[in-house]
């Protein structure tokens, strides 16, 4: 009996001993990697900050790996103007009702003159009610060509009401569509459409996963941002990278938000800047944000958790 039991603690302290060492090898390697990946977290944080330092004007942004959940940020709650950047509501206030039935993507509108903005692209040369298009194609001017004009028009046939009701409901507060596109009246009154870096990005990520709209609807919203156009993320990263964005633009105000889609690691990114005293070093800003997130967030898909990149040879 005495033999039994020496042999039984035998065994189970063997067992625990290396219970004990896998687990402090498992725990070793997690300090390994974490302070790898705290390392260059780190580097790009102060990277981008610098960035915002140098920068004649205010920078905020706010991006997250919707995969691993990283974040970098600066600025993020600060409340901006969006310029052209607001009409990622107004999109995603089409969609959601087009989900309700409320509207079709194909209801036709007839363009009258009364409805169009100076110096828009396309509409404001058009004839006076010589042009129908569904609300889809209205909705592609205003993502592609930033057409001021097919916003208005999807603004009002959708309600402005509205679509702060929906923004409110998601719990962004902070996200406001004030005045119509152009609207220089409003606008001087202090009745500016506005947003955060982080609800800008937060909106993206909602839709992304599918929490405000079903399958097919999520997929025309990000389809119709996918399309090709003159935007600051696009400029700034590959031709061969997916980029769902809108950019926006106003005297001392540049921003743009969007969804990069990496392989397996989409990222929310918005970039804000106002204040600014070069509208060209504002670009040059969001663009130099945009650029090294992405090569951050390329290498990290294109890497073991050590960091070593196997090519294909």
Wanted: charged share 25%; with cysteine; hydrophobic share 40%.
């Amino acid at each position: 009996m005495q033999l039994f039991i020496t042999r039984r603690w035998f065994i189970t302290a063997f067992a625990l001993t290396l219970a004990l060492c896998f687990s402090g090898s498992a725990l070793s390697q997690e300090s390994e990697l974490g302070s790898l990946q705290a390392a260059r977290h780190a580097k790009l944080q102060a990277a981008m900050s610098e960035i915002g330092e140098h920068l004649n004007g205010v920078l905020g942004y706010f991006l997250k790996d919707l995969t691993t959940g990283e974040t970098f940020e600066r600025n993020a709650d600060l409340i901006f103007p969006t310029a052209s950047s607001i009409k990622l509501t107004v999109l995603l206030e089409l969609m959601r009702q087009a989900q309700e039935g409320n509207v079709s993507l194909d209801e036709k509108h007839t363009v009258r003159r009364s409805e169009t903005v100076a110096g828009d692209p396309i509409l404001y040369m058009l004839g006076d009610g010589t042009v129908t298009m569904t609300l889809k194609d209205i909705a592609t001017l205003m993502v592609v060509l930033s057409d001021n004009s097919a916003t208005n028009i999807l603004i009002d046939r959708l309600g402005m009401d509205n679509i702060n009701r929906t923004l409110q409901q998601l719990g962004l507060t902070h996200t406001l569509l004030r005045r119509h596109m152009m609207d220089l009246n409003a606008a001087r009154q202090g009745n500016e459409n506005v947003s955060t870096p982080r609800e800008l990005a937060t909106l993206l990520e909602k839709i992304h996963v599918g929490q405000l709209l079903d399958a097919a609807r999520t997929k025309e919203y990000f389809a119709l941002l996918a399309l090709p156009k003159d935007s600051l993320f696009n400029k700034a990263l590959p031709d061969t990278v997916k980029i769902e964005d809108k950019p926006g633009a106003l005297e001392a105000v540049r921003c743009d938000a969007g969804i990069i889609e990496l392989p397996g690691h989409p990222v929310a990114m918005s970039v804000m800047t106002t204040y600014l005293a070069s509208e060209d070093e504002g670009e040059a800003a969001v663009k130099k944000i945009a650029r090294l997130a992405f090569d951050y967030f390329d290498r990290t898909v294109r890497s073991s958790p050590y960091g070593r990149i196997i090519s294909e040879k």
